[in-house]
C-alpha cells in the first residue's frame, strides 16, 4: 500500500478475528459504492428468489446506459451466451443489470441487508454503518445491484460479508454453485486475475471500480478469500482514486503471497 491511499484488512476466515490492516480508520468509516464487489450478493438474491438459475444466459451487447450513466462491458468479447458463473468472472453489466430487473426493490434490499450491509460489524470502535436504500425505479435498481448507487458500504462491511461467504463455501446449497464458482473464476481466467499469486493458493474473488459523486475519478476494489475451496483468510483492498480494479487486486495478490509463503513455513515447523 506504499504511496496509495485507501484501506487493506485481513479477517481470520473461521473466527472473524482481523489479522492485519493498514489504515484501520478508514476501513472502519471510509463509506463509499462497492461496484462490482456487490455483484455475487446480487447473485445470491438472484439465485435464491430462483429469478434466475446456473443455466440462464443473455448474449452480451456491452453497450449500457443506466439513469445517465455509460455503464458499458469491458470484459472480453463473448462469442456464447453468458451464464452466472461467466457474469461473475467477466464483471458483466448487461448481464446484472438485465437479471436485476426481475426483483423487486424489496428482495434486493433485504437480501443485501441479510448479508450485513448496512449494519456494523463490530470490528472497530466508532465505525459507521452504510446504507442501503430501498430502490425506487427500476434504473435505481439496476444501479444498487451493481454497486453504482443506492448502497455504501465501508471496507469492513464488505470484508464481514465476504467472510459470510467465505463460511459457506464448504458446505452451501448446490443452488448457489453459480456464485462461488464464479469467484473462482474471477480470478483464474476472469477480471480479478491480477490477484493470483505465482504460489500454491487458489484465490476466489472479485474486483471492482465505483464512481465517486464528489468527482470524476473511480476507487479500486477487490474482495476475496483463500484457499478458494476451504477459506482460511478474507481480504478487502480499498483504494481510493485507483488505476481501475487491477491494482487493487495487485495489492491482494501481494498480501496473498505472503500468507501463502507463512502457511508453507508453518506446515513446515
Known sequence: MRNKAGAAVVLDAATGNLLAS????????????????????????????????????????????VAGHQLNCTHPDASQPIDPVTAIAYSCNVWFTTMAARLTSAQLRNSFVRDGFGSRTDLAADEASGTV????????????????????VTPLQLLRAYQKLAQMQPKHDAKLDPVFAGLEASVSYGMGREAQPNAPLTVAGKTGTSRVEEGSWR???????????????VVVVFLEKGNGPGDAAGVARQIFASYSASRRQGIAN
Not at 27 to 55: C, D
Not at 219 to 233: D, N
Request: hydrophobic share 40%.
Open 219 to 233: 476507487h479500486g476494489w477487490f474482495a476475496g478469500y483463500a484457499p478458494a475451496a476451504r477459506p482460511e483468510i
Open 22 to 65: 493498514y489504515h484501520p480508520d478508514a476501513a472502519a468509516r471510509r463509506v463509499a459504492l462497492p461496484g462490482s464487489t456487490i455483484k455475487p450478493f446480487t447473485l445470491v438474491a438472484l439465485l435464491e428468489t430462483g429469478k434466475v438459475n446456473a443455466k440462464t444466459t443473455i448474449m452480451c451487447k456491452r453497450q449500457l446506459h
Open 133 to 152: 436504500a430501498l430502490a425506487q425505479t427500476t434504473e435505481e435498481l439496476q444501479l444498487q445491484a451493481i454497486g453504482e448507487g443506492y448502497i455504501h
